[in-house]
């Protein structure tokens, strides 16, 4: 039983697989699912003290969901990151008091949102212990960070600035490569991302405008900024993917049979990977209005939220 | 095609436009292109101020201008001015080019010369050339000209004027120093000092004896008095045939209770300004303009054409479209050889939200003055029927570019012509893998990559590569493919290039009077 049909994810399908070195990213395809508010009407507003954050819902007739360790940065302030998803009630605001200072020595409230981005996903497991999570402690995340910054020489003194990382030029660069190497497809809602063929995340956002807002926050600030560090710590193995032998002689039409098998396979051989993922455990951690959230833990020591309006799974943000 | 070692640079040097692309903030890219400024300056200064001379945009030969201006020229002789020119030559240049933009677009002409000022992050440059440039620049020129100039520009033509001859002259000059103004600004016009005053918000003598070579202006005042009293029959008598830009600000300021589409139709609009604003226009209420697309660029009526089709807007769609096909059977054609055009209409080819679609309508532009193109290949993108029953696609969905090339491959057409930002993501690799097969088993065709997505990150030059041995032809606009051609021939041959450029400049500035700067 696949991981979809496990959480009861149906009518969703898989678009052409793409690829940039290491990464590869088989977008998920579908129609929208419940009745979410626009992403476009759900506002980061401000920090109203450290590990408080406040968002507001313009929509007056749907809740609006915060995608897991959703991360505002600013200038003169402290950035924060969500300790997971969060719901916002119809035409409301509300605040989030067990979220993470990732700027140890940064002093200052945040009142909107200057840069945008999802907490690489090393840091992201860290929150998966409901423990972490669930806890209102502002720095609760600070010695993850330094470790996760250390030996990337970037940054002074260890601190556990997470901007350090993301304001490097050359790895801002190489983010934006990232950003640049993946499109979203038509009806994309979200995404299996594979380092070396190894799953490590599924993001299954309510609609294609849902995903259409978030992915570059996903796939640059999440998982490029993931992919990048490990490379940069020579913690990764380089390679892409091995292209299919053409045999000399083969006419126009050999060629581009190959080519298309070769890329209507490939997603064939992909797909079995995550038959293998299994749920381990399933803690439930909010209702708000019709949206309930559950905490998702998986065989492989991953996890991640899902959140269901009824029945229906709506939002799926799953590390591995 | 390869690029002499020592002289890393391409094309895109001549092409840059400070906004930033799909992926890439715009420092990113300006910091690459600066450093190859920087390069061809130090490594032939000559050569530097000869490329100008090409096509290119408007920003990129201001910061190279502005380069020229920042150093000053300290040798003379064959080794700095070929024997072909003169030792004005520099000087000659700048002045061309700045002309030259002028005509075509006058607002960015400005802008370079701001840039001199400090404008758009330059470092100020004020010595005896700009000085003269500048002033030479505003005033040199009839009164009728210089009457809608001052009005048109005052807030950067004051900048310029202060920046050029600083607080304490100006001052002198608008209270009355006869000498001073003859010695910097009479030179130029003998009458231009109404102007000086109105740049420098004093009221001229509003007598016909003492602003009567300066209509505009006197009405500019005249509209102003209005607006301050509130006297909206007077307002409205003046604000006809006065610059939109000017009534909507002096109505937004003064609060004058005039609505906005009344000022659509009486004030005036540049032909390029009356494409841009028609939305604009229409949100208001006013009747629309009758806009003559015919005479429209062809870049600009594919702006206006997808624009129009993405908001649903099916107004005068047909009328573009028709604008589209009469300009692009008009223009100029530039023949590569019989060809087959790919063009990736994938989500990225979108571009910035600064330039939104630019990517794509520069392909689109490209192909209307290709001459000889047996067929046409979309790659990705998504086909939508427009009001007007025509099928069009949008950029969108993954880039497999592979296909194309198979596809173009496959009609045994000598020259492919590939329009691609060069990011290939299904499955990275398949376009190099494909051609590499082809190349390597007898298939004979010519494979030519334009670029029109800059990129910081590109292994070399400018542009992202789809294989090795291809070097992309960066292109921001599709009226530079000539100077890419040129560019890329002639880089292998620095000697070469300079004669050609000589050559060039003889063709283009060797009739016109040398003017000391």
Redesign the interface.
Not at chain 2, 396 to 400: C, G, S, W, Y
Not at chain 2, 425 to 430: D, Q, R, T
């Given at each position: 039983m696949s991981l979809f049909d496990q959480l009861g994810f149906s009518g969703i399908g898989i678009g052409p697989v793409q690829s940039e070195d290491e990464m590869t990213v088989i977008p998920i395809v579908g129609s929208t699912r419940g009745d979410v508010a626009r992403p476009q009407n759900l506002q980061f507003q401000r920090t109203t003290s450290y590990g408080t954050m406040v968002f507001e819902n313009k929509d007056n007739d749907h809740e609006a969901i915060i995608p897991s360790n959703f991360m505002v940065r600013g200038r003169g302030a402290q950035d924060h990151a969500m300790a997971g998803s969060g719901v916002v009630r119809k035409g409301q605001s509300r605040s989030f008091t067990n979220a993470c200072c990732v700027e140890e020595s940064q002093g200052g409230l945040l009142r909107g949102a200057e840069k945008q981005d999802v907490l690489p996903v090393e840091l992201r497991k860290v929150l998966l212990d409901t423990s972490i999570r669930s806890e209102d402690r502002y720095s609760k995340l600070w010695g993850k960070i330094s470790g996760w910054l250390r030996g990337l020489n970037v940054g002074s003194g260890g601190r556990a600035h997470i901007g350090d990382f993301y304001d490097t030029p050359a790895i801002g660069d190489a983010l934006e490569n990232f950003a640049a190497a993946f499109e979203p497809v038509q009806n994309q809602i979200g995404a299996v991302i594979m380092f070396n063929g190894v799953p490590v995340g599924i993001e299954i956002m309510p609609s294609a405008e849902h995903w259409e807002v978030y992915w570059k926050y996903l796939i640059r600030g999440c998982y490029g900024a993931e992919l990048v560090r490990l490379k940069m710590l020579g913690k990764i193995r380089p390679s892409a993917l091995v292209l299919p032998n053409i045999p000399e002689g083969s006419d126009d039409n050999k060629v581009e049979e190959i080519m298309d098998s070769f890329a209507s396979h490939i997603q064939q051989e992909l797909l079995p990977l995550l038959e293998g993922i299994q749920i381990k455990s399933q803690t439930s951690l909010d209702q708000t209005g019709s949206m309930r959230t559950t905490l998702l833990r998986t065989d492989s020591d991953g996890g991640g939220d899902l959140v269901q309006q009824g029945d229906e799974p709506v939002y799926l943000s799953l590390v591995l | 095609m390869a690029s002499t070692p020592a002289l890393k640079i391409d094309s895109g040097i001549l092409q840059y436009v400070p906004k930033g692309q799909?992926?890439?903030?715009s420092d990113?890219q300006f910091t690459a292109v600066m450093s190859m400024w920087k390069h061809l300056f130090k490594f032939d200064r000559t050569l530097f101020s000869l490329i100008t001379l090409l096509g290119g945009t408007g920003f990129s030969k201001g910061a190279m201008n502005h380069m020229l201006l920042a150093n000053s020229q300290t040798g003379t002789g064959t080794d700095l001015v070929p024997s072909a020119l003169p030792e004005e030559f520099e000087k000659n240049i700048i002045r061309y080019n700045l002309e030259k933009l002028s005509e075509e677009r006058f607002a960015r002409a400005i802008k370079n010369l701001m840039m001199l000022a400090g404008g758009e992050g330059f470092v100020k440059v004020n010595n005896a050339r700009t000085r003269k440039l500048i002033l030479e620049f505003i005033f040199s020129r009839d009164n009728k000209n210089l009457d809608s100039l001052a009005v048109n520009f005052k807030t950067k033509l004051r900048k310029l004027v202060r920046h050029a001859l600083g607080k304490q002259t100006i001052h002198k000059i608008v209270n009355g120093d006869e000498d001073l103004f003859q010695k910097w600004i009479g030179r130029y016009n003998r009458l231009a000092l109404p102007v000086v005053e109105h740049l420098f918000d004093k009221q001229p003598q509003l007598r016909a004896k003492a602003t009567g070579n300066f209509p505009l202006i006197r009405q500019y005042w005249y509209m102003k008095k209005a607006a301050a009293e509130g006297n909206v029959e007077n307002f409205k008598k003046y604000m006809k045939g006065m610059p939109q830009r000017t009534v909507i600000g002096f109505r937004n300021s003064f609060k004058v209770p005039i609505a906005l589409s009344e000022i659509y139709e009486k004030s005036t609009m540049s032909d390029r300004e009356s494409l841009q604003s028609e939305a604009a226009v229409k949100r208001s209420g006013a009747k629309a303009v009758e806009i003559n697309y015919k005479k429209h660029d062809v870049y600009d009526l594919w702006k206006s054409f997808y624009f129009k089709v993405l908001s649903g807007d099916p107004e005068n769609v047909d009328k573009i479209a028709e604008a589209i096909d009469y300009v692009s059977s008009k223009a100029e054609k530039i023949s590569l050889g019989e060809c087959v055009v790919i063009i990736d209409a994938?989500?990225?080819m979108v571009g910035s939200d600064e330039r939104k679609l630019h990517p794509f309508l520069t392909s689109l532009s490209v192909l209307s003055i290709l001459d000889d193109v047996k067929e046409v290949i979309y790659v990705?993108g998504?086909t939508v029927e427009t009001p007007i029953g025509r099928n069009v696609v949008i950029p969108?969905?993954?880039?497999?570019l592979?296909?194309g090339l198979?596809r173009a491959?496959?009609t045994k057409v000598p020259n492919i012509i590939v329009l691609s930002d060069g990011?290939e993501?299904?499955?990275?690799?398949?376009f190099k893998?494909?051609y590499d097969?082809?190349k390597n088993?007898g298939?004979v065709f010519n494979l030519i990559h334009m670029n029109p997505v800059f990129s910081?990150?590109a292994k070399s030059g400018t542009a992202r590569m789809l294989t090795p041995d291809v070097k992309p032809l960066p292109l921001s606009d599709y009226r530079h493919i000539e100077t890419e051609l040129i560019f890329n021939r002639i880089l292998e041959n620095k000697e070469m290039v300079k004669a050609l450029l000589v050559n060039k400049y003889q063709k283009l500035l060797g009739g016109i009077k040398d003017v000391t700067i």
């Open positions: - | 799909f992926y890439e903030a990113a994938s989500r990225s990705g998504k969108m969905n993954h880039t497999d592979w296909k198979i491959v496959k990011y993501n299904a499955v990275k690799g398949m893998h494909a097969y082809f088993n298939r910081a990150e």
